[in-house]
Nanobody, 115 residues
Framework: QVQLVESGGGLVQPGGSLRLSCAAS????????MHWYRQAPGKQRELVAV???????SYADSVKGRFTISRDNAKNTVYLQMNSLKPEDTAVYYC?????????WGQGTQVTVSS
């Protein structure tokens, strides 16, 4: 089993920045990719960013150039640095860890972008 705990959400003005953290514990050796997803009210959950165990990174088009996913292997933590935030980035952000055959999820952290 893998346990994930997100932190770092909050209220920020448009144009501001936040950094989300996702701390993993448990069977972390079995993780082959870490993801950030988000879900806005009334919308489907969408993939925001991925980082694989080999270091391959990809982003949703809507966040390219503004968001950066990174990891600290010593701390078993993945980060999502979010810059130039827009009101449409408002959502609950979820961290997930992909193992075979299961996807593990954190509890989510709310990000609200509003003036």
């Amino acid at each position: 089993q893998v346990q994930l705990v997100e932190s770092g959400g909050g209220l920020v003005q448009p144009g501001g920045s936040l950094r989300l953290s996702c701390a993993a514990s448990g069977s972390i050796f079995s993780i082959n990719a870490m993801h950030w997803y988000r879900q806005a009210p009334g919308k489907q959950r969408e993939l925001v960013a991925v980082i694989t165990s080999g270091g391959t990174i990809s982003y949703a088009d809507s966040v390219k150039g503004r968001f950066t996913i990174s990891r600290d292997n010593a701390k078993n933590t993945v980060y999502l640095q979010m810059n130039s935030l827009k009101p449409e980035d408002t959502a609950v952000y979820y961290c997930s860890a992909r193992t075979i055959p299961t996807m593990h999820w954190g509890q989510g952290t709310q990000v609200t972008v509003s003036s």
